[in-house]
Every structure is written in structure tokens, then in C-alpha cells.
């Protein structure tokens, strides 16, 4: 059965979809939301949409805070169209509008062409314009950050680590081809958060031979350049999608004309 158009609307603005069984209403998995009849405990049957640590709440049970002309019932299957909320021991996303579903059809599917799959798309569209340098290349190393010259002397206290710190690390990144931006060197160095606190839950960790695209923000070179995004690391074969023209064939050796 087609989307209607209200379903359609919501599966491009959504950036957590998912099919889910109501559990009850006026509930709640997080602490101090008021209760009313748009406040539902939904268990996550299946993740259709979802990024970092909302792609692995399948199984578990989140509240979801519906809209103005929203109803469900307990028991009731559906396909929830959301957006982030509130995270901590548990989940809280408010719906932008739900479609019921059978229990048989209550599995993750998205074709290539379906509105969440588009939506997708513009939003990579848009990330690579907002990228300063794009680079195709390899990561050669991660390290911890140099410190500045002062804490270097042992001149300061160190700041407190918080629950929510980054806890950054330093990857260097053999550049095989500039897709967007200046080349700064046959390297570029950048700084990318290593937490999995769900702040930084969705930003690709880097490691040692991880090859791809990589988009990057920041002014300058060095390691002037940060990696913040779900969407800051492509894979090899992205040339399509990030504009750029695809590997060039290796070149043999040229032979010398013999007279």
C-alpha cells in the first residue's frame, strides 16, 4: 500500500523510523516527562531508520510523545516516524505521525526509492556542501591529541573529565585524491570524538587502515580539521554520491622509443 502523502511528509523529516508495539500510555521509561494520553511506552520491534545509538534499540522499550492528533491504543503495531528527544538510561523521541502496520509486516524494509531513503540522500547532498575538504584515503595512524606546550611543562590541573567529554584522539590520513577543498599535503590530520557517550554515540571512530572518503570541518590544515558527523566517513565506492570522479587506473611504465 502507497504512503499517503501526511506519512510521507513525516518519513522525510524523521530521522529515527521504526516499527514498535505499543506497550501502555500515560507511562513513561525516562523520569520527570509529564504523563498524558499522547505519553507511550513503545517496545522497538525493528529499526527502519536510525543512526549511532538509536540504530540499536531494537528489543527495548522507549518512550515515544505523540503528536496533537495522534491516538494508539496498547497492543497496537505501528510504524513510527520520530526525532530525537531525550537521552539517558533510556530513550525519549517525540512522532511526528505513525501508520499502522500488520504484525506481518512489521519489519525493517526501505527501497531505494522510498521517501526515508531520499531524505537520506539530500541530507548527504548537504553535508558535502557544508564539508571544507573532502579527501579519499587511507588512516594511517590514531593517537592521542599533543598536548598544549603549558600542560606539556606540567604548568595548570588538568580540566575535569566529564561523563559527556569527547575523549579526543588525533588520525592521520594518507590522501590519495581531494574531492573538495585545497590539498594540504600528501597528509591531513584530524581530530575526531573516541566516546561512546550518546553525544558522540553517532560519530565515526577511526582506525588504523580504514580507507574511504572522509568530509572535513574546519579552517586551516595541520590538524586543523575535526570529523563530528554521522555522515563524515564514506565508503571507497562513494564517488557518485560526493561528486567526485571515480579512481584513476594504475599507469605502467612508459618505454623509451628505440630509434
Known amino acids: 500500500m502507497a504512503a499517503s502523502p501526511r506519512q510521507s511528509r513525516a518519513a522525510e523529516r524523521a ?11 500515560k507511562r513513561a521509561t525516562v523520569p520527570n516527562i509529564p504523563l498524558s494520553n499522547r505519553t507511550a511506552v513503545v517496545r522497538v520491534d525493528g529499526v527502519i531508520r536510525g543512526s549511532g545509538a538509536l540504530s540499536h534499540l531494537a528489543g ?32 525519549a523521541v517525540r512522532s511526528l505521525g505513525h501508520a499502522d502496520v500488520t504484525h506481518a509486516a512489521a519489519a525493517p524494509m526501505a527501497s531505494a ?24 584515503g587511507r588512516v594511517a595512524s590514531v593517537a592521542l ?24 584522539r588525533e588520525a592521520v590520513i594518507d590522501v590519495d585524491q581531494v574531492a573538495k577543498g585545497k590539498r594540504p599535503s600528501k597528509r591531513v ?25 572522509f568530509l572535513l570541518h574546519g579552517a586551516g590544515g595541520g590538524a586543523g580539521y575535526t570529523l563530528l558527523h554521522a555522515q563524515d566517513v564514506q565508503p571507497p565506492g562513494a564517488d557518485r554520491v560526493i561528486g ?9 611504465r612508459r618505454q623509451k622509443k628505440t630509434g
Open 145 to 168: 591529541p599533543a598536548l598544549p606546550a603549558k600542560r606539556a611543562r606540567g604548568a595548570g590541573a588538568a580540566p575535569p573529565i566529564s561523563e559527556h567529554a569527547a575523549l579526543w
Open 60 to 91: 527495548h522499550d522507549i518512550t515515544v510523545q505523540l503528536g496533537d492528533r495522534e491516538r494508539v491504543r496498547p497492543g497496537q503495531v505501528a510504524t513510527f516516524y520520530t526525532e530525537g528527544w531525550l537521552f539517558g538510561e533510556s530513550v
Open 113 to 136: 526509492a522510498d521517501p526515508v531513503q531520499a531524505k537520506a540522500d539530500r541530507d548527504l547532498r548537504a553535508h558535502v556542501a557544508d564539508a571544507d575538504l573532502i579527501v579519499r
Open 189 to 213: 590530520t584530524v581530530r575526531f570524538p573516541s566516546s561512546s557517550d550518546v553525544r558522540w554515540a553517532e560519530v565515526p571512530k577511526l582506525h588504523p587502515g580504514q580507507e574511504g572518503f
Open 244 to 252: 567526485a570522479p571515480g579512481p584513476r587506473p594504475a599507469r605502467g
Open 15 to 25: 530521522s529515527f523510523i521504526f516499527t514498535g508495539t505499543v506497550q501502555a500510555l
